[in-house]
């Protein structure tokens, strides 16, 4: 037994380095031939114009710009140019008063990383002052020449960096955004269906917990399409190719905006029911309402994002969905329930009517 229990701690422990050092997924592979493209251009334009020393500022300079977005690919460029800009000079200053021993190396760091924090600097800018300093000492020599050389290397790098990036289809992350909406929009109907069913459907305490279980995963799922749309919104600023996309990632929004409350009422349904659900509740005939209510708000979830997934870019041909019409129109009749389901009946109403008014405006 305690072999097992060790094992299973050095098991967990290997996975917990690696997935610090690995991602869920692959870097896109034209992301990666950006980045080489953009180096070795930095590389071979900055040898050319700026003789002396390799140019490793600039390679560095432009490996670090060529981000995912445009958006962040400038942001960046602002961060590494005004990092070496402040790094070489606080090298400079060092170095031509006290020279390039080992002792002024460190002062260098330290005095750049209390500099970065004074200026409120960013944790990336304030780490490249840091480097900047470091490399400027260990690498070179401290005179005006040398660091005006390093900043003009670090500018042609970053603006290479931009370049390739510009150039090189910018990507646009709207139909990323987009399926993660309509996984969400799937799931979430789904959700309401399985509630439904259990509603009118005797279960036991095994199927309440998976029904639990289902609805607390629409979280993580709401929380992944967030991001995704906020990476798609990214990826458009400052895109030449983000004008055709800009309307439709308005409508992919707005289908998110109008379901995420849903998300919410529909765990906290699903929670009222698993808290308060008794063997004699299916006998309840406003139970069986209500189950129906649930089926038309599924509806009404997949007709929201049905009419994104139609207009988006390159969807011509498609057919448009059958579901054209919201199905939370008919009254719901309420018939007194009894005394042991008075209290989730109640909260299973309200929280009905809050996601018909999310849903049932016009799409």
Known sequence: MHAVAAAATVYRCVMRMTSAVRATRRTPLLQVVKSAVATIAAWLVAGWLVPGPAPVFAAIAALLV???SLNQSFAKAIERSVGVVAGVVIASVLGIAFGGTAWVVLVAIVVALLVAWALRMTAGTSNQVAISALLVLTLGTATPDYALDRILETLIGAAIGVVVNVIVVPP????????????LAEELAATLERLADALVNPQDRVALEELLLHARLLRPMRDAADTAIETAVDSLALNPRGGRHRAHLTET??????IHPAVTQTIGMTRATYDRYEATLHREPTVHAIAEQLRRA???????VDAVGTAAPGSAGRTEPERAEPALTSPLHVATPSADHWILIGSLLEDLRRIHEELSEPV
Request: charged fraction near 30%.
């Open 66 to 68: 060529v981000q995912p």
């Open 172 to 183: 646009v992350a709207v139909t990323p955004a987009r399926e993660s909406v309509q996984r």
């Open 253 to 258: 929004t707005t289908a998110l905006e109008r």
């Open 298 to 304: 599924a509806h009404d979830v997949r007709r929201t």
